[in-house]
């Protein structure tokens, strides 16, 4: 039978596997086969290998069928499984079974005459508390005598995650599991056991990976040959050579690591309702059942099931037939599995899926789907967990039940409780906002009210029908979604529905072969304010530059060349560069036709927004006024609203393009929600008038400003900003999430007055706010652990603004026993030399100071607050802190002349930094310097051409244009000379 291309859906990330690709067709999963591995998958078949597989329950039911398609003359269909979960929802236990799995695949596998060539965990599935391996793509035909196998892999990806587990070391041991390389190098494995060669430089710390391997193996070697093998594993740690032939000594190995018992409040707590073999219940279990029962759904999840009683009753006394159990507990999950194997628990034909994944941010890599879509079932139950996300965790109840609803079909079972964080004996006191009303209001948003009820003395039990449950389900939900899914680890999606906001950031750098790669902050926390009220919203970051084959083989080739020239023949031009680089943006950005405006275009029409929100500098002027007007060519009923700096600073400027419709000014999170709201709700018309801080066009063509929102006070208050809601568009046209865990900000404001600087224009005060310390580690501590992230970017105007508050921040660091490191802004005058130590014993690895100028005269022009004897008074307490440091200069101020130039550039090897960067003055609209230029007539319009490595414009009216434009060439290549010493010092030693 011939299948009909268009009916069947491939699943991405198996584009390139060696023997085909699984596609969905119908309610099944298939995989096609290629003409030239047609022979071996049905020796595989023929052989008794696959049968003995399945028997052996190690591969899920799997037969070949008489279908075919046009480049797939065979096909292969594979049982489903219910729901698919990664390596990182995985408890210990579930990671061990796991790993001995693929051991007895590959022992089975060359019984038969075939070998593994690949064994990462992505091709490993749970199904009914079982690992099955799922990859046909994995085995090869075996040469006589070869049993090779993957021994590297396995090593990186089962047995040192498992052994640095097995010590409590949990969080280095997710670490590797979560990491999209999904395995641990041997060097890194020797760091990790070796810490002193920490110290050693990376060459010499490969060589001696490669030695020990070899001194190891050959040692191995020789006791094997003299018979004896339990000496010869214990010499190489894992019996490389014969790893297949002594799998049953690695299994009892993997078996003897102790499954550790890290210290947990929840794990054990309904420990009491197993017995040995019933389940206790109580009214409100029963109570439970009973609606269950009553709604007739047959497959469900719970959030924060703990050790999964309730999805264990439900599989025992009702019709429910499949159920993913779900907690951030690794304890608690690891003893659901455990209980998984005794045949009391979960009946005959039924299915229970453990999984541990954390509900308010759950863990995703560049492999792996949502939770959202994979485990989507007819009934979500959230019982004991809502007050804990709201109270403990501060998320609003909108997200919470936002979250609750992802996960549904149909209905949902939720428990408030009234009273709150409640022991039984006593509670903590609760906010005004936590009550009944509360929770009703945010529920009846999500869902349509079945029944309440009380069912003990601080559970009021909750059910509802999802708003709009008649959508279609997720085909990735219920389907066997990996099965030979990663063995191209291929690292795209795409954007299958339309979004209601869309920001974009305009193409500036990509014109100019440089890339925008920062994560912007200001749009992630807009989108997870969005999020919270039910809006959908992406960005795009169509500033992106991705380079060609070519130009990486070209920049890696570079970089070889230039590791062993740098000593004698320096060759950083960074700041040169983008100096010299300007003008062609500016030639190009007019361009309709120019490749980038093309893939714009391109994504504008495939996505389609309801809403476009141009992220916008001053800078990006010229690419807002183009991307804007592409907008209205292709959506032209799309709003376009414009952000950012250039919103606030050139509004009347920015209205003149009537292909923008509005502007938002300052903070954006509250403004843009209502904005947002007022559009698809259609009733802007109505309420323009009253949204407070935007601006829009009168019918005359003028600007109309309403009033400023009033800024937000309790930072705390806001959800953390969306790290995977950035997207690019790659070279071949495929959407691809760019992930932005490095950024954060945990301030909003400076209070001093530089005259030179727009900080208080776009904050809208001189007074800071601050994230409480709690608040900020929260995020940093969830970015570390969850996310792998381990340096951090503080991007705070001036992070040392209040030296208790640092000082809190490092003990806070210190408390939680948190092993990453950060770097700040600070002002000279705002150091000392024990706020240094403190710094530096909590990660701060970097500390970046303006000093701007060298002339003292200057110094006061700008209003810095600093003189050079403060100055030299700080650089021996910067000297000795051991925290690398670095300075910004800026050249080309108003009325500077040359030798105030000079003081400043003599700063450079006066101070000696360990880093310098240089800026050319811009005169950034909104700043006092703008002011007075644009009143003295020394400036207009051509500020869209100013960025701090412009050279093309002179503001000092001491020295001539071209006089100006040579002195700037020559200070950024002194800076980019003195920069070689200190960022390629490592470079050259190795």
Known sequence: MRLREKE????????????????????????????????????????????????????????????TLEIFPLVVEHDLVPFVTYPHEWSFDMFRDAACAVLEVSEIAVRFGFRMKDCHPYNVLFARSRPLYV???????????????????????????????????????????????????QTSWLLYRLPVLRKVSARWQDRTSFVYERVMNRAANVLRRNKYEMLAGLASRLPAESLVKNSYLIKQKIKRFATPQPTSAWHDYHDEHFEQNTLKTTPRFERIIEIVRSLGCESVVELGGNQGLVSLLLLNHTQVSKVVCTDSDNNAINRLYTRCHEAFVVPEGKTLQ????????????????????????????????????????????????????????????IEFMPLGLWNGTSAPALPDWYSLEWFHKAFLEYFDLILNEQTEVNRILYVGRVKNSGRGSSPSGSSLHAIGLFSSHCLTGSLMTQVDVLFVIPPVLKFIAKSSDYY??????????????????????ADVYERSPFESLGARLSDLVTARLLRRHRR??????????WPTYHENVPDHEHTIWREVRSALKRIRPKIIGISSKVVDIPSTFMLARMVKQILPDTPVIVGGPSAITCSEYLLRNDAIDLLVFGEGEETICELAQAILSGTLGQRRGSILGIGYRAPGGSLVKNGQRPLIQNLDALPFPDRNA?????????????????????????PYQCTFCCAYVAWGSRKPRFRSIVNIVDELEYLYRECNQTNFTLWDDLFTADRRRVIAFCDEIAKRKLDFTWLCLSRINTIDEELLRTMKSAGCREIQIGIESGSNRLLTFIRKDITRAMIFEKVPILQRAGIPWRIFLIIGFPTETRAEMDETMSLIEEMKPTYVDLSLFCPYPGTELHRNLRESGKLGDEFMKSDMWYPYNNYTSTMSDSDFQAYAFRALKMVDDYNDVSLNAAVCDK
């Not at 069947?8 to 030239?36: E, N």
């Not at 949990?170 to 990491?179: D, E, K, L, V």
């Not at 902050?521 to 960005?539: D, K, N, P």
């Not at 950083?572 to 680089?581: E, G, M």
């Open 8 to 67: 069947i859906r491939y699943s991405k990330l198996s584009i390139v596997d060696d023997i085909g690709r699984v596609f969905h067709w119908r309610s099944g999963i298939y995989r096609g086969i290629y003409p030239r591995a047609v022979h071996i998958v049905r020796e595989m078949f023929t052989s008794g290998l696959v049968d003995e597989l399945i028997q052996r329950g190690l591969f899920p039911n799997s037969r070949l069928t008489d279908y």
């Open 572 to 581: 950083n031009t960074f700041n040169v560069d983008f100096a010299r680089s």
């Open 354 to 413: 453990p999984a541990v994944i954390n509900v308010k941010i759950p863990k995703i890599n560049f492999f792996t789907v949502p939770p959202t879509e994979r485990f989507r079932a007819d009934l979500v139950t959230a019982l004991a967990i809502t007050h804990h996300l709201t109270l403990s965790q501060m998320l609003s109840i909108q997200d919470v039940m936002r979250i609750i609803a992802g996960y549904s079909h149909h209905y949902a079972l």
């Open 135 to 185: 990859d046909l793509g994995s085995f090869v035909k075996a040469n006589a005598g070869d049993d090779a196998f993957p021994v590297a892999e396995f090593l990186g990806s089962y047995w040192y995650p498992l052994f640095i587990w097995s010590t409590g070391d949990y969080f280095m041991a997710q670490r590797i599991i979560s990491s999209e390389h999904d395995m641990m190098s």
């Open 520 to 541: 912007p902050l200001g749009l992630g926390y807009m989108v997870s304010s969005l999020r919270q009220r039910g809006i959908t919203a992406e960005i795009y970051n």
């Open 726 to 750: 950035v997207f690019m568009i790659d070279r071949r046209g495929r959407t691809r999430y760019v992930r932005g865990y490095r950024d954060v900000l945990t301030s909003r404001g400076c």
